[in-house]
């Protein structure tokens, strides 16, 4: 099994910046994919940024030029730079990691989630 422990979220003024984090654990062979998405009430969920094992990154329009990814493989853990944050940004964060486990066997998994919310 493959744990993700996510933190970082929390109440910001718009203007303001937050940094998120996704540690993963557990029974991890290989990790390619890590990546945050976010829910916002009546909403669909939908991909913010993602980071491959190589570095190669996507962004959704609406974050391009103020959310930045990054990873660190040595820990295992993605993190998402958020700045110039507005209230359209406010929704529960998901991490979300395509790995490998020790018997080789791929999966998507998910963090529980982490609140943003962006005040006007």
């Known amino acids: 099994q493959v744990q993700l422990v996510e933190s970082g979220g929390g109440l910001v003024q718009a203007g303001g910046s937050l940094r998120l984090s996704c540690a993963a654990s557990?029974?991890?062979?290989?990790?390619?994919?890590m990546g945050w998405y976010r829910q916002a009430p009546g909403k669909q969920r939908e991909l913010v940024a993602s980071i491959t094992n190589s570095g190669s990154t996507n962004y959704a329009d609406s974050v391009k030029g103020r959310f930045t990814i990054s990873r660190d493989n040595a820990k295992n853990t993605v993190y998402l730079q958020m700045n110039s944050l507005k209230p359209e940004d406010t929704a529960v964060y998901y991490c979300?990691?395509?790995?490998?486990?020790?018997?080789?066997?791929?999966?998507?998994?998910w963090g529980q989630g982490t609140q943003v919310t962006v005040s006007s």
């Open positions: 979300n990691v395509r790995a490998r486990d020790v018997y080789s066997i791929p999966g998507d998994y």
């Open positions: 557990g029974s991890i062979f290989s990790i390619n994919t």
